[in-house]
């Protein structure tokens, strides 16, 4: 059976919001794994909050819209990956829970050991999201244990090599993505370590990411989609040009780094998207089983209603989030943190 | 317990935790955006002051609302797996449109908010807090029009197994989503001006910055006032919407075991379900059942007797939560009036026992809201989509009651520490009152 035009858009807007996502919270889960480790003091600690602060709430809201759209577009497959893989989605939301509160809190008291506290919900309330959703994304590459009888997996069996490859791989994105972050939006001491760990990271980076393009080969069916149709290659073949162009910026202009790491991040998705398709959730033991773009889609009437939305607010949603990034351009400095006006986290 | 049962309790846990932080995040987002518009109007810094203080009470509570609404849209798909597959084709548009158009809206709004005092003029500063208001009632439509198609399920078609969508229209201007919106927002609204009137009138109290939180407590007066009528009248047409689509959960909210004309309420009343009658009833007020579910004295209301035994809600729980909302619901009309007498007087500060009273009601609306919520969604039971699909065959299959226990337990200790946390911070920061003022 054939998906209709509708199926194929939404299969591809479910890609680009996961994507789109992965770009957003990847630095700043990433910059919040870092935090402990990259800055010395409370105040460089706080600039690294306060970097995050006016924008991580708007990115992470690219995952409830994931989610949502997953729901709309694709309830079958909602329904049973929100299901099947319960126990990782539960630790992530209740990583996100603690770190979304502690950016709140953690200014509100002055004792060390309020701060210390919530330095660590941060820490792992970033740290166990970036990995999860790697293994839960390997994990889906590798298709889930699905038959007649249902799913026969469970969180350790998610915890296969290529699922825990995938989870350091999401971390090492986000690691290099949030370390190239600070590098232009932090100041001082803060700012020049940044820079040098984005160039230590980035070695590591390259080798986790070709240690996955080798795996990917053996434990999924992801490049036969690139064979039969292999204008597709131009994805993956942009991921490894944006990488390397990465590195190259480093030594010219860390914007430009940033921005490359966007394009990295947002190929890598897309490579596995691509190689997905039909597949939204494959199953690793009986294809017949596999939850597709065709067979676990909403009615085409409901895909309509869904893409008009679409068209209409996504745009405007890029149009105020990016005035918002705009506005927040310049780097935060020392000053800004202990500016009384300026009510910094 | 077995997994239905637990997955239950935990959404109703969750469900009820989250909303105790929507409703102030809904009234406070509309107030401070009416005290930051005057600011920018009359450039007197009191509002200013006024502003960034409700401002931080403001975004300590905010925190909870987002982190505990991520929890809703992950349940949804991790314990109700069957009700997603099931309904997803209708269900699932509203709550993406709500992440599109409303979601985003108040995060980067509030973001460009709390750090953009230096960065943007005072005018698109107040604009931002406005969007954020926006953002927030907007997710409410989306999320109550969701809620009203469980209620009543509107403009769909049985087919390939599941509902299936067949008119959007008919779900997105169904009347019962539009009144549920206006009485839900409503509710917060008035959950907002309660907590300002009360934390100003600890303040007034102690003499503390008198002329700041006269200032303050006057607005959410006038607001209150207005929202307290508002929703007793929109109230009632909801109540009609319901006895319309719901028979059984009217019935169930004025325990009501006989079909009859002209149907009375009693002022005082307990149901025995097993027996299908009531222990007690006394002081009937005739025909006023028929005029609140019909508007017609003489209307004929549907009994619980009529309704199949396997599908009437629980009695009590419906029918208290019903009676001790709109107890409140009154005391809010009240409370509200004689706080807008005396602001216009100014004679606030004498009134002592007003005052200590405005303070401890600063729960009232919290728990109104939730009873409200206990009748709509235990007053559909034992529906997930009214007439459609009973709450028992819509649990995931493949989670086992073990995964809802360590779930249930983990919300528990978390939302536990959280309500903790929020708790003390409001209180503390509320107590410690605004920036004192910047003399030349």
């Known amino acids: 059976m054939e998906a209709n035009v509708f199926q194929l858009i939404w299969f591809g807007l479910w890609g680009l919001l996961w994507a789109v996502y992965f770009m957003l919270d990847g630095f700043d889960l990433g910059a919040g794994i870092l935090h402990p480790f990259i800055a010395k003091n ?85 740290l166990l999201p970036a990995l999860l959703f790697g293994v839960a994304f390997g994990n889906i590459f590798q298709g889930l244990p699905i038959d007649a009888a249902g799913y026969h997996g469970n969180l350790f069996t998610l915890l296969n090599p290529y699922g825990i490859l995938t ?115 494959p199953s690793s033991i009986d294809t017949a089983y596999s939850l597709t773009a065709i067979n676990s889609s909403s009615s085409v009437y409901t895909l309509k209603i869904m893409t008009v939305v679409v068209a209409i607010f996504v745009p405007i949603v890029l149009i105020y989030q990016i005035w918002a990034y705009k506005v927040f351009s310049s780097p935060v400095t020392e000053e800004e943190i202990y500016d009384e006006e300026v009510e910094a986290y | 317990m077995d997994a239905l049962m637990l997955a239950r309790l935990q959404f109703a846990m969750t469900a009820m935790f989250h909303f105790i932080f929507v409703p102030l995040t809904l009234g406070l987002s509309v107030l ?66 709500e992440a599109t158009m409303a979601f985003f809206l108040e995060s980067v709004f509030l973001g460009v908010w709390i750090f953009g005092w230096k960065k943007i003029s005072k005018k698109a500063h107040a604009f931002a807090m406005w969007m954020v208001a926006l953002g927030s009632n ?38 019962y989503a539009w009144l549920k919106f206006f009485h839900t927002v409503m509710g917060g609204y008035i959950v907002g001006a309660f907590f300002v009137m009360g934390v100003a009138a600890y303040h007034i109290l102690r003499k503390n910055q008198l002329d700041f939180f006269k200032r303050s407590f006057k607005i959410a007066a006038i607001f209150g006032l207005i929202m307290s009528l508002g929703i007793a009248i929109i109230g009632d047409f909801h109540a009609k919407e319901v006895a319309k689509t719901q028979p059984s959960k009217m019935a169930a909210m004025e325990t009501l075991w006989e079909t009859q004309k002209s149907a009375p309420i009693y002022m005082f009343a307990w149901p025995d379900a097993e027996n299908e009658r009531n222990d007690f009833e006394f002081l009937a007020i005739p025909g006023l059942l028929s005029y609140m579910a019909h508007g017609d004295f003489n209307a004929e209301v549907t009994g619980l007797k009529d309704i199949p035994q396997n599908e009437r809600p629980p009695v009590w729980p419906t029918f208290l939560s019903f009676r001790l909302m709109v107890f409140l619901g009154v005391i809010f009309i009240v409370l509200s009036l004689l706080a807008f007498i005396y602001s216009k007087k100014d004679t606030l500060e004498d009134k002592r026992w007003f005052l200590r009273l405005m303070l401890y009601a600063i729960p009232l609306p919290f728990i109104a809201a939730q009873v409200g919520w206990i009748v709509a969604e235990v007053g559909r039971q034992p529906w997930i989509v009214y007439g459609v699909m009973k709450t028992s065959d819509a649990v995931s299959k493949s ?38 003022e910047k003399t030349a």
């Open chain 1, 42 to 126: 409370d105040t460089e600690r706080r600039m690294v909050i306060n970097t995050l602060g006016p924008v991580w709430d708007g990115n992470e809201v690219w995952l409830v819209t994931a989610g949502g759209a997953t729901f709309a577009a694709f309830p079958t497959t909602y329904a049973y990956m929100f299901s099947y893989l319960y126990t990782p989605l539960l630790i992530i939301l209740f990583a996100l829970i603690i770190r979304g509160v502690s950016f709140e809190f953690r200014g509100k008291k002055d004792s060390e050991g309020w701060k210390k506290g919530w330095d660590f919900a941060i820490f792992i309330g970033s």
């Open chain 1, 167 to 281: 989870g350091i791989l999401f971390v090492c994105l986000f690691l290099v993505h949030a370390s190239l972050w600070l590098s232009i939006k932090a100041t001082g001491e803060l700012r020049e370590r940044a820079q040098k760990l984005a160039k230590k990271l980035w070695p590591v980076l390259l080798i986790v990411a070709v240690l996955f393009l080798v795996y990917t080969w053996f434990a999924t069916k992801l490049y036969d989609n690139f064979f039969t149709a292999p204008v597709g290659l131009v994805i993956p073949i942009l991921a490894v040009v944006a990488l390397l162009l990465n590195y190259v910026f480093m030594n010219l202009s860390y914007v430009k780094a940033f921005y490359s790491s966007c394009v990295t991040i947002l190929m890598v998705v897309f490579t596995g998207i691509y190689g997905l398709f039909p597949n939204l959730i």
């Open chain 2, 32 to 97: 401070i955006a009416i005290m930051e518009t005057i600011y920018v109007k009359t450039g007197n810094e009191t509002y200013l002051r006024m502003t960034k203080f409700w401002g931080k009470l403001f975004l300590i509570n905010f925190a909870v609302g987002v982190v505990t609404g991520l929890t809703m849209e992950f349940q949804f798909g991790m314990n109700w797996a069957e009700y997603s597959k099931y309904v997803g084709d209708i269900f699932g548009a509203p709550l993406a449109i």
């Open chain 2, 138 to 175: 907007m997710s409410a439509l989306w999320i109550l029009i969701a809620n009203a198609w469980m209620q009543h399920p509107v403009g769909y078609v049985l087919r390939n197994n599941r509902a299936e969508l067949n008119d959007f229209a008919e779900v997105i201007f169904s009347p």
């Open chain 2, 399 to 436: 989670v086992t009651s073990g995964q809802v226990w360590t779930s249930l337990i983990g919300f528990f200790i978390f939302y536990g520490i959280l309500a903790v946390v929020d708790l003390s911070l409001l209180t503390k920061f509320s107590r410690k009152g605004p920036e004192p």
